[in-house]
């Protein structure tokens, strides 16, 4: 226990205000994950609502929880969302998109015949690279956004305070970790196939499903409608660039 507790960087945080952390088994607030006895005794907090262990994965190596989240387990999930801080939302959203391009990029590439080396061309596809980045990145916001507007509209006490949006965001970026399952697609570029790619975006949505149910503790259900409009509109932002002349 200690020398997992201490590789996860949990020690300095020992102690917390009043609901600064989560039960990951009942979504109960609790005010510490563990105490500390000295002389390297620690007992994991037990919560005071389902009488279980607050959080046993400050316990398990990282791989172990990655493997969870993977598998969509609610309690991993809870784990990384409440009980750890994790500052990456920014960057893994943007190495997702840069994959994300890359791979319409290429599609984009397959579908032409012109092979002039000429650096007019060669600046052009560039182009088209920067283009799909901000294809992308405007799906991917109109996506976010119809899921924000849902939520807020079916259940608007779930998102009084701007805390509320905030952590939202983050659990939604988060959740769009499948995405670097594009990465295989990227490194060996014709060596993947459309199935593959829906099964990602599945997966991706299956992820996005789980973050808003961990994150404002509803059931399974309003997070699929959330994501149903979510993609109604990503969809309408798809078919305005496509009248435009714009190959997504």
């Known amino acids: 226990?200690?020398?997992?507790?201490t590789g996860l960087g949990v020690l300095p945080r020992a102690m917390a205000a009043l609901g600064a952390y989560r039960c990951i088994e009942c979504n109960g607030e609790a005010t510490e994950l563990y105490r500390d006895y000295q002389r390297g005794v620690l007992r994991i907090s037990i919560c005071k609502s389902c009488q279980k262990p607050v959080d046993k994965y400050?316990?398990?190596?990282?791989?172990?929880?990655?493997?969870?989240?993977?598998?969509?387990?609610?309690?991993?999930?809870?784990?990384?969302?409440?009980?750890t801080k994790?500052?990456?939302?920014?960057?893994?959203?943007?190495?997702?998109?840069?994959?994300?391009?890359?791979?319409?990029?290429?599609?984009?590439?397959?579908?032409?015949?012109?092979?002039?080396?000429?650096?007019?061309?060669r600046y052009a596809k560039e182009w088209d690279f920067y283009r799909m980045f901000g294809i992308a990145s405007l799906e991917q916001t109109s996506?976010?956004?119809?899921?924000?507007?849902?939520?807020?509209?079916?259940?608007?006490?779930?998102?009084?305070?701007k805390s509320d949006f905030i952590l939202l965001l983050k659990a939604l970026l988060l959740s769009t970790y499948g995405k670097l399952l594009l990465i295989p697609a990227v490194i060996w570029e014709h060596d993947y196939t459309p199935l593959c790619?829906?099964?990602?975006?599945?997966?991706?949505?299956?992820?996005?499903?789980?973050?808003?149910?961990?994150?404002?503790?509803?059931?399974?259900?309003?997070?699929?409608?959330?994501?149903f409009f979510g993609l109604i509109l990503e969809n309408g932002v798809v078919c305005l660039f496509q009248k435009m002349g714009w190959d997504v």
């Open 197 to 227: 790619l829906a099964f990602i975006k599945v997966f991706v949505l299956i992820s996005n499903s789980q973050a808003i149910r961990v994150t404002l503790n509803l059931n399974r259900i309003l997070p699929w409608f959330a994501i």
């Open 1 to 5: 226990g200690v020398e997992a507790l």
């Open 143 to 161: 996506f976010f956004i119809g899921i924000f507007i849902t939520l807020w509209w079916m259940t608007p006490e779930m998102l009084k305070r």
């Open 58 to 83: 400050i316990e398990y190596d990282p791989v172990i929880i990655l493997i969870n989240a993977v598998l969509c387990k609610a309690q991993a999930y809870r784990h990384i969302l409440f009980n």
């Open 86 to 121: 994790i500052n990456i939302h920014g960057k893994l959203c943007v190495f997702c998109l840069l994959c994300e391009a890359y791979i319409r990029w290429l599609q984009l590439q397959d579908s032409s015949q012109n092979t002039d080396p000429d650096d007019l061309i």
